[in-house]
């Protein structure tokens, strides 16, 4: 497609399940970033990959946060045994590069809800 | 420590007229300067951005304004539309890291017909 794209849109689970969030970037892009944005909120870094690595992963909350990425492309955000206090947008974001002048992309987002 | 902030939660301005939106900084660090714009149910949208080395950047009916002696950003906009109404965030990012963004928590802009 010619934007990112995320999947599911929205996604109601109970607390203490685990949940899988998709992330496709926008082809070619070799950087990743995923965020957070809480109601009313600006966004929260969580997670950046170069390729299929994650050389900074300093903004997951907790270990219950994981994520992955598999051929340059797709990225999985996990999140296991969910909290309420989980719930929020996660967004997804692409850019050709890393660092300075590479604009990231982002997708329409996550909304995750934690009952 | 690092934080993006703005001034005004809320920005109410009539169509037609201009719109400025502030955004201080605290990372003086901070060389790489973006504005995005997101509407209700949509991940933010690029507007313009703009280095430490410049003072100001145009572009379509907007212009940004960087001062680094008080840490100051605003987005301009030109003859606002209604089709601007929406949420703008500025965010900083040192480019010597891996380019994670830092955001300030928005500014909704209303604009009224």
């Known amino acids: 497609g010619a934007g990112v794209s995320q999947s599911p849109s929205n996604k109601v689970t109970e607390k203490g399940k685990d949940v899988e969030l998709r992330c496709d970037p926008i082809?070619?892009?070799?950087?990743l970033y995923w965020y957070r944005q809480s109601l009313g909120q600006g966004l929260e870094f969580l997670i950046y990959?170069?390729?299929?690595?994650?050389?900074?992963k300093s903004g997951l909350p907790s270990d219950r946060f994981s994520a992955e990425r598999t051929g340059g492309s797709v990225s999985t955000l996990t999140i296991q045994r969910t909290q309420q206090e989980d719930s929020a947008v996660y967004l997804c974001?692409?850019?050709?590069?890393?660092?300075?002048?590479?604009?990231?992309?982002f997708g329409a987002g996550t909304r995750l809800s934690v009952l | 420590g690092e934080s993006v902030g703005l001034h005004l939660p809320t920005l109410s301005v009539q169509e037609g007229d201009n719109s400025i939106i502030n955004c201080a900084y605290s990372?003086?660090?901070?060389?790489?300067f973006i504005w995005y714009k997101q509407e209700s149910g949509k991940g933010p949208q690029f507007i313009i951005d703009?280095?430490?080395?410049?003072d100001k950047r145009q572009g379509q009916r907007v212009t940004v304004l960087l001062n680094k002696t008080v840490k100051h950003l605003s987005l301009q906009i030109a003859a606002t539309q209604p089709g601007d109404s929406a949420v703008y965030f500025c965010?900083?990012?040192?480019?010597?890291?891996?380019?994670?963004?830092?955001f300030g928590q928005g500014t909704t802009l209303q604009v009224k017909p």
């Open positions: 974001a692409s850019s050709p590069g890393q660092g300075g002048k590479n604009i990231q992309y």
């Open positions: 082809s070619g892009h070799t950087a």
């Open positions: 990959f170069q390729g299929n690595s994650a050389p900074d």
């Open positions: 990372n003086s660090a901070s060389d790489y």
């Open positions: 703009i280095r430490s080395n410049m």
């Open positions: 965010a900083e990012t040192p480019l010597s890291n891996t380019g994670k963004l830092i």
